[in-house]
C-alpha cells in the first residue's frame, strides 16, 4: 500500500506520495490544520480528496473577485473569519453550531457530523435557496407524506410471509427504506442521544444518528434543513466535474421507472458523449458551447450556466432542477404540466386524492403551471438546442416529443379505464391499488414503460428503448393482459 506523508509547516503542509506534490497556500485557518494533523493519518483519503478541491486552493474574497459570469460564489458578503482562508475542515463543520443538533465536542473543537445547505448558504446562498424550491429538496416529503406513494412504497418492499398460500403483507424496516427508496429521496436525520464509539484514535462520544448516513437528494438534515449538496458534488472534493458527468445524475436516475441514464447512452448525444468526453472541459464557468463541450448532458439541460463563445449567455445556472421543465414525464399516472411547487404532497385533485391528475386525466391546474409558464420554459430549452440545431429542426422535435406525451398518456387512460373496470366488477379490491394483479400490470403501465419512451423522444433518439425495451412493446402486451385477466375471471 502507497505510503501518505503530510508535514505541516507552519500554516501551510505539502503532501508527498509517489510522484505527486502539492504545496497549500499559506491561509488554512489554525483550526483547519489541527484536524489534518490528526486526520492525515486516520482518514487520508478524505485529506488527499480535499486537496485537490477548488475549496483547499482558493479563498471566498479571492472567489468575489472573479467577473461576475465567472463565480462560483454567490454571497459578496461571506463572514469576516471565513474570507480569507481556504474553505477547509473547521470551516465547513464548525459553522451554525447552534442550530445543529448533531454538534458535538470533538478534541477541543464543537464540530457538526453533518454539514447541511444551510451552511453551505455562507457562501453559496443563491444555490441554496433556488434548490429549498425543487421538487428534488421536498423527495423525503414528497414519498413519505403522499398516502399513496407510501402504500406503494411498503406494498413493493414490505416484507411477504405465505399463510395457507396467502400472501401476508408486511412493513419494511427502516434499513430496508434507506437502502432502496429513500437512498435517493434521502431520509430523516434525527439525533437520538451520544454515543461511545471505539476508533484507531481511542474511545470517542459522538451523537447517535438514526437515518444516517445518507446523501439522498431530499435529506432532512437535524438543523432542520432540506436536501444533501454532496448528492452531487461528492465529499470532500465537492467536484463541478463530478457534477457535471452523467455517472452522478446515474446513482438514481436508471430503468425501468426513471429511465434517464439508460436512454442517454443509447441516444446520439449519448454516442458523441461517450467518444468524445475525454476532450472536454467540465470545469470552465460558464460553460461555453461549441469550445468546453459539444453535445448536452443531464447538466446542460437542466442546470449549468451555458454561453457562447462571445460570453452571450443560453442558459442561467440554476440549482432548482424544474425550473426549465414545462411537463413532468415522470406519470403519476399521466405526464401533466410541471407542479408549481416542490412539495408535490400537498396537490389534491378533483378525485381527493394526492396526485396531479386524476385517474382519467383531468390534471389538478391549481397546483400546476399554466400554458403560458409551459411555453416560456420550453422556450428556455429550445434557446439551448438551437445553439446546436437549427430553428426547424428544433421545432420539429418538440413537435414529435408533444405527440409522444399525448399517445403515452392515451395508452395510460386505455390501461386506467381496465382497472377501473376490474373495480366496478369487484374482480379486484381497489383498497390498496398497486397489490394484485391487475394492479400491478397497471403500475407498470405508467410507472415503467411510458416513462422509457417519453424519455427516449426528450432526448432525440434512443429508439430501442421507445420501441422494444421498456417501451412500446411492453405498453401494447401489458394492456392486453389485463384486458385477458378481467375476461377470465368473468368465465
Not at 474570507?83 to 464543537?110: I, K, S, W
Not at 424544474?322 to 399516472?333: C, E, H, K, Q, T
Not at 391549481?366 to 411555453?375: F, H, K, N, Q, R
Amino acid at each position: 500500500m502507497m505510503k501518505i506523508f503530510i508535514i505541516v509547516l507552519g500554516a501551510s503542509f505539502v503532501l508527498l506520495s509517489a510522484g505527486f506534490a502539492q504545496t497549500q497556500p499559506p491561509n488554512n485557518s489554525e483550526e483547519t490544520e489541527t484536524c489534518i494533523s490528526c486526520h492525515k493519518s486516520y482518514t487520508p483519503g478524505i485529506v488527499y480528496d480535499w486537496l485537490e478541491s477548488r475549496h483547499s486552493k482558493t479563498t471566498p474574497a479571492d472567489a468575489m473577485e472573479k467577473p461576475k459570469l465567472e463565480r462560483r460564489i454567490s454571497n459578496p458578503e461571506v463572514a469576516e473569519r471565513l474570507r480569507h482562508t481556504t474553505v477547509g475542515c473547521y470551516e465547513c463543520h464548525g459553522l451554525n453550531p447552534q442550530m445543529h443538533e448533531d454538534n458535538f465536542a470533538h478534541f477541543g473543537f464543537d464540530i457538526n457530523v453533518i454539514v447541511s445547505p444551510n451552511d453551505c448558504m455562507s457562501c453559496h446562498p443563491v444555490e441554496v435557496q433556488q434548490y429549498s424550491t425543487s421538487i428534488k429538496a421536498h423527495a423525503v416529503g414528497n414519498l413519505a407524506d403522499n398516502s399513496l406513494y407510501t402504500l406503494l412504497v411498503e406494498t413493493i418492499i414490505g416484507l411477504k410471509s405465505i399463510e395457507d398460500t396467502k400472501i401476508i403483507r408486511g412493513k419494511a424496516s427502516h434499513l430496508t427504506k434507506h437502502e432502496t427508496c429513500y437512498g435517493c429521496h434521502g431520509t430523516v436525520i434525527e439525533v437520538k442521544g451520544k454515543k461511545r464509539i471505539e476508533t484507531e484514535a481511542g474511545e470517542i462520544d459522538i451523537p447517535d444518528l438514526s437515518g444516517w448516513p445518507n446523501q439522498g437528494v431530499g435529506r432532512v438534515n437535524p438543523d432542520g434543513s432540506r436536501g444533501a449538496c454532496s448528492s452531487c458534488h461528492p465529499r470532500h472534493a465537492f467536484s463541478l466535474k463530478d457534477a457535471r458527468k452523467l455517472y452522478t445524475c446515474a446513482q438514481c436516475h436508471l430503468d425501468p421507472d426513471v429511465p434517464a441514464y439508460n436512454v442517454y447512452k443509447e441516444s446520439k448525444h449519448g454516442n458523441i458523449y461517450y467518444a468524445r468526453e475525454s476532450d472536454w472541459n467540465f470545469e470552465n464557468v460558464p460553460w461555453t458551447l461549441g469550445k468546453d463541450f459539444k453535445t448536452p448532458t443531464c447538466a446542460v439541460c437542466h442546470a449549468s450556466l451555458i454561453a457562447d463563445e462571445e460570453g452571450n449567455v443560453l442558459a442561467e445556472r440554476t440549482h432548482n432542477f424544474d425550473s426549465r421543465m414545462w411537463v413532468r414525464i415522470f406519470g403519476l399516472p399521466y405526464a401533466h404540466p410541471h407542479p408549481k411547487e416542490g412539495n408535490t404532497y400537498v396537490i389534491k385533485n378533483a378525485d381527493g386524492l394526492p396526485l396531479p391528475t386524476t385517474f382519467l386525466n383531468q390534471p389538478a391546474s391549481d397546483y400546476l403551471i399554466d400554458s403560458t409558464e409551459m411555453e416560456e420554459r420550453q422556450g428556455k430549452m429550445e434557446k439551448i438546442c438551437q445553439g446546436c440545431h437549427s430553428t426547424d429542426w428544433v421545432e420539429k422535435h418538440f413537435q414529435k416529443f408533444d405527440g409522444t406525451v399525448k399517445e403515452t398518456n392515451q395508452m395510460v387512460l386505455s390501461a386506467t379505464q381496465l382497472l377501473l373496470t376490474a373495480w366496478d366488477k369487484k374482480l379486484a379490491d381497489k383498497e390498496n391499488p398497486f397489490d394484485e394483479e391487475i394492479e400491478i400490470l397497471w403500475l407498470k403501465q405508467w410507472l415503467f414503460y411510458p416513462n422509457s419512451i417519453r424519455y427516449a423522444s426528450a432526448m432525440t433518439g434512443a429508439p430501442d428503448y421507445a420501441a422494444f425495451k421498456l417501451g412500446w412493446w411492453e405498453l401494447s402486451e401489458k394492456l392486453q393482459q389485463m384486458k385477458n385477466w378481467i375476461e377470465l375471471r368473468e368465465k
